[in-house]
Each structure stands twice: as C-alpha cells, then as structure tokens.
C-alpha cells in the first residue's frame, strides 16, 4: 500500500508541473484605472486565464512592472480554461465576490495611461507581457476610467492592440469569468522591423512591431546582415520579446 500511495503521488506531481511554457497562462484582463466607479469595486487587479491544457500551480508565480514585481503567489491551482483574479490583500474581500482570488504582496501600481506587465512562472521564466497603453481601450469615454481593458482572443496573446478593447460588460468588467469581447482574433500579419540601432561596434538591437517567437527570434539564420557583417548569436529580449539583440563576429 505505501508503494502504491508513493507511486500515485510520484504520477501526480508532474501534472502541477508542467506549465513552464511561455504564454501557458495570460494576462487577459486588466483594472488599471477603477475611478469613476462603474459598478465593480474601486480597486485595481489583474486576471490571469490557464489557455493551456493542464492544470497550472501558480505558487511562487509573480507579477510585476517596469518599477518591481509583487511577492510570490500562494499555492493556487489554475485548472485549463478557468481565470484567477490577482490584487493587493485589502482588495480580495471585494473582489472574491466575482471568483476566485489571489492576494500578493507589492501588487504593481497600475498605470493609467499605459504600464508594462509581466507574469513570471517560479523559475523566473517569462510566461507573458503586456506593455499597455490608454489609446487600446479605443474608446474615450471608457478610457476615463472604470472600464477594463479586455484581451480578445486569448490564444493570441502577442498581437498588442489589435487584441485588446474596453469591456463591454455594463459592470465595467468581467473579472473570474470570460471577457465581454472575447473572439477569435488571428493575428494574419508577420511582424515586420521598426529600427535598429547600434550598443557598440558588436552588438546591434532590431525592434518588431510586436513581439516575435523567442525561439525563432533567437536563430541567427534568420538574419542576414550585407557589408561583410556575419553574426555570432541572437538573443531575444524578454519581457516582450519585440527586440532581439545580434552579436556580430567582427566589429563594424
């Protein structure tokens, strides 16, 4: 009987680890600016949604922004399809009246006019990144304030605002259930180049429209540099990969 108690356990424990897949999880929702009050707590947070097929333990998971990131999460597990809303402690009585809830400590205070966020898995791997701004409502009077910003189509997490809107929920928001405005959103456009500019006479960054395969991002067969110029190594810049840095083999 204890070898088999073991051995369950043993089947078991991978099953809560193996969600360290960039974009597993999302940020699919986000209250930056809860004033004026719509009809939801006037409190900012953010909704993480499991777009994987496996369930997700979130312990030691963090959130942060460009000025630090939040204390680990507690061991919570995300069931595939199912959203966690995530807020400071004095935020979850309020909010645990619309789903389940998460309390970390140092929750980022959330920009208004556009902040960039990202979700760290406990290995410190970015699973995903959100760099948001005021004009992804595309509405004027929801930008204001009390209104959401709502992800539309959740398997494609990189599109920036092409997949983002204001809520349509008369509440303002849909924190712990689906988003008002989601849909099926394909990206159909390739990222193209924007600029790039020179860190020294080795090292060059390109910037995309929006972010790019890591992995991808990351082979030097992609790239092809004229003027006698070859490359030694790419590397894709987290947290919104929309940046690779190249290493050349001789200096310009």
């Not at 597993?24 to 009050?37: K, L, S």
């Not at 919570?76 to 645990?96: R, Y």
């Not at 004009?135 to 539309?152: C, F, P, R």
């Not at 509440?171 to 860190?199: C, E, H, M």
């Amino acid at each position: 009987m204890l070898l088999r108690t073991l051995s369950l356990i043993l089947l078991l424990i991978p099953l809560y680890s193996l969600a360290q897949s960039r974009y597993d999880v999302v940020i699919d929702e986000i209250m930056a600016d809860p004033t004026p009050q719509i009809n939801l707590p006037s409190n900012e947070w953010i909704e993480l949604k499991n777009v994987s097929a496996n369930p997700i333990n979130l312990q030691n998971w963090r959130i942060g922004d460009l000025t630090g990131q939040s204390g680990p999460m507690p061991n919570f597990i995300l069931q595939p399809d199912s959203f966690v809303i995530v807020c400071t402690g004095s935020a979850v009585t309020a909010m645990q009246a619309y789903g389940r809830v998460i309390s970390v400590t140092s929750f980022p205070s959330l920009d208004n006019d556009g902040d960039q966020l990202f979700l760290k898995s406990n290995t410190g791997l970015t699973i995903h990144a959100v760099s948001y701004s005021i004009s992804w409502y595309q509405n004027a009077v929801k930008s204001d304030g009390g209104w959401t910003l709502e992800m539309i189509d959740t398997k494609n997490p990189c599109a920036g605002i092409g997949n983002w809107k204001a809520s349509t929920d008369p509440r303002g928001g849909t924190p712990g259930v689906k988003n008002s405005v989601d849909a099926v959103n394909n990206d159909q456009i390739f990222p193209s180049l924007k600029n790039a500019y020179a860190l020294d006479n080795l090292t060059i960054v390109v910037v995309f429209d929006e972010p790019v395969d890591s992995l991808k991002g990351a082979t030097i067969a992609n790239y092809s540099i004229d003027g006698g110029l070859s490359l030694q190594s790419a590397f894709s810049i987290p947290p919104l990969f929309d940046k690779i840095q190249l290493r050349l083999t001789n200096p310009m």
